[in-house]
Structure formats: structure tokens, C-alpha cells
């Protein structure tokens, strides 16, 4: 992954997280494992602190857009970010 270019920063202190919109430029579409590692290295976080919302990238383009929210801890994240086994759990019930 190479560019960074920070396209919207918005400090959100209800939720403890600052929401981020960011365009990297790479040659192949980077998987979520890929972008909280290097959003994480970008920003100076930890790995667990962020949630990768949405890749979005054109066809033919080697621009992709990246939502993030990066959180101040763990905890913050687990409070707001339900994990997929927990909504599944909520349905079976």
C-alpha cells in the first residue's frame, strides 16, 4: 500500500473514536486484515482498537476508499462493534 491521503477526519468523543474516510492507492484490492494492519501503523494504534467498515474501490482503479473508526481502547470498541457471533447469537433466541 502506498498513498495516504486523509479525505474526512471527525473526532467523535460520545463514542470515544475518531471516524475516518481515507484513499490508498495499491495495486491490489487489500483485504480487512491488511487495512486495520496498516491503518494501524499509519495512526500509531493498536490492531484491536480498529474496525475497518467499508472497502470501496472501481473497477480499473487502483484507488480504493477506506471507512474506519479507530477507538482509544479496546474496551471502547467492544462496546460499540457487536461481533458477528454475538448477532448470530441474538437471532437464535
Do not use: C, W
Not at 479525505?7 to 490508498?24: A, D, G, T, V
Amino acid at each position: 500500500m502506498k498513498d495516504l491521503k486523509i479525505i474526512k477526519q471527525r473526532e467523535n468523543p460520545l463514542f470515544n473514536r475518531k471516524e475516518m474516510k481515507i484513499s490508498i492507492e495499491t495495486n491490489i484490492a487489500p483485504k480487512m486484515k491488511e487495512a486495520e494492519e496498516f491503518v494501524a501503523k499509519e495512526f500509531s494504534s493498536h490492531v484491536d482498537n480498529i474496525k475497518i467498515r467499508k472497502i470501496k474501490g472501481r473497477f480499473g482503479s487502483n484507488t480504493f476508499i477506506i471507512t474506519v473508526n479507530i477507538y482509544n481502547s479496546k474496551e471502547d470498541k467492544d462496546k460499540m462493534e457487536k461481533s458477528k457471533k454475538t448477532k448470530t447469537e441474538e437471532k437464535k433466541e
